[in-house]
């Protein structure tokens, strides 16, 4: 069956370090790979999209990798701040011209200062 | 530009009771979803609009949830009856083209529903 995996446990890192999360997934072909931020009591806020034919994406001090070989996506934050914590989730489209979006459970990012 | 509006925020209904939650999508965003996220979970979808028709209502429990799109634009979802395992936030999302394409969505706050 399908599966997306995220780190279930909490990601706990000292300000200023990097933080790299995973997400890992099986019986997917996604076209593309998005991860969003969800804040408690809030909707998800969108971050990055990385296409299938991608190997990395950048934004300011976001870093997205996407490896279909070994059908995982590792997402990175530099100089991590507290105002960083938050739950990350990735989410797979697998462009099928149906299916919306579909969301892994999420990683907890908690950067201690 | 204004966000996706949702409401009410919060609410508390017995099981077998009915329910319903409105979404009003970012102008101009042609396809609208439906989500519903338990605790600890990512979002699940439930139904996904484009314009006023339906492109993939198949993990939507058609037995008790049903969701229409007036005109194209807001949106309602309702639950008749609820019950208890229907505790969730319940999340409308829009996004400019369909994600198939790799749009961004855009997220409501939500609507917290806790069913006793």
């Known amino acids: 069956s399908q599966k997306i995996e995220q780190n279930s446990e909490a990601l706990n890192i000292q300000e200023g370090k990097t933080a790299t999360l995973t997400c890992n997934y099986t019986?997917?072909?996604?076209?593309?790979l998005q991860w969003y931020r969800q804040d408690p009591g809030r909707g998800p806020v969108f971050l990055l999209l990385?296409?299938?034919?991608?190997k990395e994406k950048r934004k300011e001090r976001l870093k997205v990798t996407f490896d279909t070989t070994l059908k995982q996506s590792l997402f990175h934050i530099t100089a991590s701040q507290p105002a960083d914590s938050a739950t990350y989730l990735c989410?797979?489209?697998?462009?099928?011209?149906?299916?919306?979006?579909?969301f892994g459970s999420g990683t907890r990012l908690q950067v201690q200062p | 530009e204004a966000g996706v509006a949702q409401s009410p925020r919060y609410k508390i209904i017995e099981k077998r009771q009915s329910v319903a939650f409105w979404c009003n999508p970012i102008s101009g965003h042609a396809t609208l979803y439906w989500y519903q996220q338990i605790l600890g979970q990512g979002p699940k979808l439930l139904i996904q609009?484009?314009?006023?028709?339906?492109?993939?209502d198949s993990q939507l429990p058609k037995d008790r949830f049903s969701a229409e799109r007036l005109k194209g634009v807001d949106s309602t979802l309702k639950i008749q009856p609820a019950k208890l395992e229907d505790s969730a936030v319940y999340l409308c999302?829009?996004?400019?083209?369909?994600?198939?394409?790799?749009?961004?969505?855009?997220f409501g706050p939500g609507t917290r529903l806790t069913v006793l």
């Open positions: 609009f484009q314009n006023n028709g339906v492109v993939d």
């Open positions: 989410a797979l489209d697998e462009d099928t011209g149906r299916r919306a979006l579909t």
């Open positions: 019986n997917y072909s996604p076209a593309y």
């Open positions: 990385i296409r299938e034919n991608e």
């Open positions: 999302a829009s996004s400019l083209i369909r994600t198939s394409g790799g749009g961004e969505q855009f």
